[in-house]
T-cell receptor, first 114, second 116 residues
Framework: SQQGEEDPQALSIQEGENATMNCSYK?????LQWYRQNSGRGLVHLIL???NEREKHSGRLRVTLDTSKKSSSLLITASRAADTASYFC??????????????WGLGTSLAVNP | GAVVSQHPSWVICKSGTSVKIECRSL??????MFWYRQFPKQSLMLMAT?????????EQGVEKDKFLINHASLTLSTLTVTSAHPEDSSFYIC????????????FGPGTRLLVL
């Protein structure tokens, strides 16, 4: 079942601008992950942030996590046309026991216009 | 590293036939594989969790007799859509992880199924 919610559902920006996507979730988590999906393709893991971390960077990506608000944001700086894709957050619930599986958000569709 | 392949990448079949999709971890052993279904412009829907050497765990609402999953080795899981119908047309994606406490899932490129 899907428990994550992302906003905005769709985002259109110009090349060079920053893109911010948000993700909210409902239960306590071990970690939160962001994935990218190009149209008609599989998903690529971008970054993982653990529940005891508040911010993480990877290249042009910056992820924050606020466990008190059960929310995360993904910032892509200096966007490029090649960043055009759908971005999904996924949470790893901490109460799953041996049945660990990711809970997926609905995704944000990002269009970066040249 | 951590490459997952799927075969075929796309398939068109007639209603009533069965279709088998393979998911392979190419450079690591996957104790757990996941099968997802995705409709256009929507998120992933987990269908089942497949553990090597044991029966798959299906999500609520997914017919196990319709979607047969076999995880016979640490590098191969198969999903068979039996007696496919047009409503089974979708994008099927598998993912794999190396162990129950390994955090990241590695995704295959997906298989697009069209049932006529």
């Amino acid at each position: 079942s899907q428990q994550g919610e992302e906003d905005p559902q769709a985002l259109s920006i110009q090349e060079g601008e920053n893109a911010t996507m948000n993700c909210s979730y409902k239960t306590s988590i071990n970690n939160l992950q962001w994935y990218r999906q190009n149209s008609g393709r599989g998903l690529v893991h971008l970054i993982l942030i653990r529940s005891n971390e508040r911010e993480k960077h990877s290249g042009r990506l910056r992820v924050t996590l606020d466990t008190s608000k059960k929310s995360s944001s993904l910032l892509i700086t200096a966007s490029r046309a090649a960043d055009t894709a759908s971005y999904f957050c996924a949470t790893d619930p901490s109460n799953a026991g041996n049945n660990r599986k990711l809970i997926w958000g609905l995704g944000t569709s990002l269009a970066v216009n040249p | 590293g951590a490459v997952v392949s799927q075969h075929p990448s796309w398939v068109i079949c007639k209603s009533g036939t069965s279709v088998k999709i393979e998911c392979r971890s190419l450079d690591f052993q996957a104790t757990t594989m996941f099968w997802y279904r995705q409709f256009p412009k929507q998120s992933l829907m987990l269908m089942a969790t497949s553990n090597e050497g044991s029966k798959a765990t299906y999500e609520q609402g997914v017919e196990k007799d319709k979607f047969l999953i076999n995880h016979a080795s640490l590098t191969l899981s198969t999903l068979t859509v039996t007696s496919a119908h047009p409503e089974d047309s979708s994008f099927y994606i598998c993912s794999a992880r190396t162990g129950n406490y390994q955090e990241t899932q590695y995704f295959g490129p997906g298989t697009r199924l069209l049932v006529l």
